[in-house]
C-alpha cells in the first residue's frame, strides 16, 4: 500500500476532492506524505541533516511540520494542514485523520520517548493539542482546540483543555470520519453548571439552618 492509495483515501475522505489526480497535484497533506518517506528513509539512513533539509523545504511548501523520526501509519488523511507540527518521537498508527492546527508534540520534560502514539482510525479536531509521551487509543476521537495531556482508551470521545473522556463506546465502523463537532459536549459550561448546583444546595441547607431573621455567626 502506497502514495496512490494514500491519495485515494484522501479523495475518499474529503467532499471537496473531485479525483485522485486533484489531490495529487493540489493537496499539500498528500505532498507532505510524499516529502516524509523521503525525509524518514534518509534518517533511518542516519543522513540526519539531509533529512531535516527535506522537512524543512516541506514545511515551506505546505505549512506542515513534521520532523523526519516520525513513524506515520498507512492512509493518513491530514485535512487543510496549515499550522500542524508533529514531533520526533510520534508515532501515528493506520487511517487516521488530523485537522488543522494540530499539534502531537512534547512537554519539554520528557526524555527519548517524548511524543504521542496514535493507535488506527484516531481523528484529532482542528487546533487540538496532544503533548508528551501519551498513548492515544484505536477509534478515539479528540475534538477541536483540546488538550490532550494523559493516555485515552480505545473508542473514547475526549474533549476540553485538559482532555477529558465524555464518551466510551458506541463507535461506527469509520469513526475516523464521524466526529461531530457540533454534537460535543462543552466540558467548561458543565463543570459551571455543577458549581452552581452545589452553590444552590449550599445556600439552601444555610438558610435551613438560619432562618432569615436569625443572625448567622455567634450569638
Not at 494514500?6 to 499539500?28: G, H, S
Not at 542516519?46 to 533529512?51: N, P, S, Y
Not at 478515539?140 to 483540546?146: C, I, Q, W
Not at 482508551?153 to 482532555?163: D, I
Request: aromatic share 6%; hydrophobic share 40%; charged share 20%.
Amino acid at each position: 500500500m502506497g502514495l496512490w492509495e494514500d491519495a485515494k483515501n484522501i479523495r475518499d475522505k474529503d467532499p471537496a476532492a473531485r479525483n485522485v489526480l486533484e489531490v495529487i497535484i493540489l493537496y499539500p497533506g498528500f505532498h507532505v506524505l510524499v516529502t516524509h518517506r523521503i525525509a524518514h528513509f534518509l534518517y533511518r539512513k542516519k543522513c540526519f541533516f539531509l533529512a531535516r533539509l527535506i522537512s524543512q523545504l516541506s514545511r515551506h511548501l505546505t505549512g506542515i511540520e513534521i520532523h523526519p523520526g516520525a513513524k506515520i501509519g498507512h492512509k493518513l488523511f491530514i485535512d487543510h494542514g496549515m499550522g500542524i507540527v508533529f514531533g520526533e518521537t510520534t508515532e501515528i498508527g493506520d487511517n487516521c485523520t488530523i485537522y488543522h492546527g494540530v499539534t502531537l508534540g512534547g512537554t519539554g520534560k520528557d526524555t527519548g520517548k517524548r511524543h504521542p502514539t496514535l493507535g488506527d482510525n484516531v481523528l484529532i479536531g482542528a487546533g487540538a493539542k496532544v503533548l508528551g509521551p501519551v498513548y492515544i487509543g484505536d477509534n478515539v476521537r479528540v475534538g477541536a482546540g483540546s488538550v490532550v495531556l494523559k493516555n485515552l482508551p480505545a473508542n473514547a470521545t475526549a474533549v476540553g483543555v485538559p482532555a477529558e473522556v465524555v464518551r466510551v463506546g458506541n463507535i461506527k465502523c469509520c469513526p475516523a470520519d464521524d466526529l461531530d463537532q457540533q454534537a460535543l459536549p462543552d466540558i467548561v459550561s458543565q463543570r459551571i453548571s455543577e458549581l452552581e448546583a452545589r452553590l444552590s444546595r449550599m445556600e439552601a441547607k444555610m438558610q435551613g439552618e438560619y432562618p432569615p431573621d436569625k443572625p448567622i455567626g455567634p450569638q
